[in-house]
């Protein structure tokens, strides 16, 4: 049996909505900032990291952390994972959702990185975008969309 992939995914919330980025590889999908946690890194470095690779974006106060969720990946995205990696290493992802007030000014937000994560973003209802992701993240999203409005990191 394959193991699942440690991840972090990122509210980077202003006004209270959140930060979301279509991706390249799959233009309707909306999503969070988000990559795995790499040996030996904390959920928190892994999750400003990953948040400065593909957003430029270091102005940030920490907020809170949720629950880690699990999420198996399609086969469709198996198929995608396999002809870019030669080889499927995980079937799916363990992820955890760090929330983070963006304190900067938008100019800071770069999404033209390389790798590019992101073909365009915006900033998001919390709920709309629940409704714009991908349906094999939906539920994960939904848990820790209700840990972070109980803990009223969104507003």
Known sequence: MQPYRKCVAIFLIKDSKVFAGSRVDIRSAWQLPQGGVEEGESLLDAAKRELFEET??????????????YY?????????????????????????????????????????????????WKWESPQKLLHQIVSFKKKAYGLALEEFIKNNYLG
């Open 56 to 69: 430029n974006v270091s102005s940030t106060e920490f907020l809170g952390m949720s629950a880690s969720y």
């Open 72 to 120: 198996d990946f399609p086969l469709h995205i198996q198929q995608i994972i396999i002809r870019k990696r030669g080889r499927l290493k995980y079937k799916g992802q363990e992820i955890t959702f760090i929330a983070f007030k963006f304190l900067g000014d938008e100019k800071e937000i770069n999404i033209e990185k390389t790798p590019q994560e992101f073909m365009e």
